[in-house]
């Protein structure tokens, strides 16, 4: 793949995916903004000189706003975004609450809505060419007990996602998802001990037969950022391990 000559936004940062989205995207010649929630998050990019870092909720949009505006003083204009903030909820249909709901899907789908908004103006009103990621799961495609609020979210974003594709291509934007499977995130190893059951059953559902690397989801999210991947558009792309295809 040919180096990143981006600037690129990354949301939810600080850890799994967003973290290993990072050092991807620095070690193939992009510039970061990194918007981080939890400042303890922030000493893992101290090394790196090519990431700016922003505490702060995805929620908020005027952060998002003040970010790009930095970039644009910065003459590192913002061209690339990945949003990968949102958080995991797991609670059985009949007791989630109305307030469970809206709280999930303002993370995991409305501030993604909103900051795919802002950016887009962003770009048009500076007469640039984009790319988003957006972080999905496959959760958002297969039944799952108990997490019927997280798919609802993910089943969502998938949707917004090939819409927006197919309005903003005339924009020179373009945009893409990701859906992984089982990642060996922050949680793996809490959940391969103290669930094992569990664990041994995501085995035996994947035809690999072991969880995927954060690395194997940050590769192809630079490849859907960079100019290789410029043909593609709209599209939902499965990291698995052949899940979803068994």
Not at 168 to 190: E, Q, V
Request: glycine share 8%.
């Amino acid at each position: 793949m040919q180096k990143i000559n981006k600037n690129v936004l990354v949301t939810g940062a600080g850890k799994g995916i967003g973290e290993e989205t990072v050092f991807s995207l620095l070690e193939n010649g992009a510039y970061v903004y990194a918007l981080i929630k939890s400042k303890k998050d922030n000493k893992k990019f101290k090394d790196y000189k090519n990431v700016k870092i922003y505490n702060g909720n995805v929620n908020n949009g005027n952060l998002i706003k003040k970010i790009l505006k930095d970039s644009r003083k910065d003459k590192r204009f913002i061209n690339g975004l990945v949003n990968n903030a949102g958080i995991r909820f797991r609670k059985n249909f009949l007791k989630i609450t109305p307030k469970d709901l809206k709280n999930v899907f303002e993370t995991n789908f409305l501030s993604i809505f909103n900051t795919m908004q802002i950016f887009s103006r962003f770009l048009i009103a500076n007469k640039k060419m984009g790319s988003i990621v957006n972080i999905s799961s496959i959760v958002g495609q297969i039944g799952f007990s108990q997490l019927s609020a997280y798919a609802s979210t993910k089943g969502a974003l998938t949707a917004l996602t090939k819409s927006f594709a197919t309005e903003m291509a005339d924009k020179n934007i373009r945009a893409n998802s990701i859906s992984p499977g089982f990642i060996k995130t922050s949680f793996y190893k809490k959940f391969k001990n103290n669930k094992k059951r569990i664990y041994k059953w995501t085995l035996s559902r994947i035809p690999l037969k072991r969880w995927g690397k954060p690395s194997e989801v940050s590769n192809l999210i630079c490849f859907l950022l960079s100019e290789d991947s410029s043909y593609i558009n709209g599209e939902n792309i499965n990291v698995d391990g052949g899940w979803l295809s068994s």
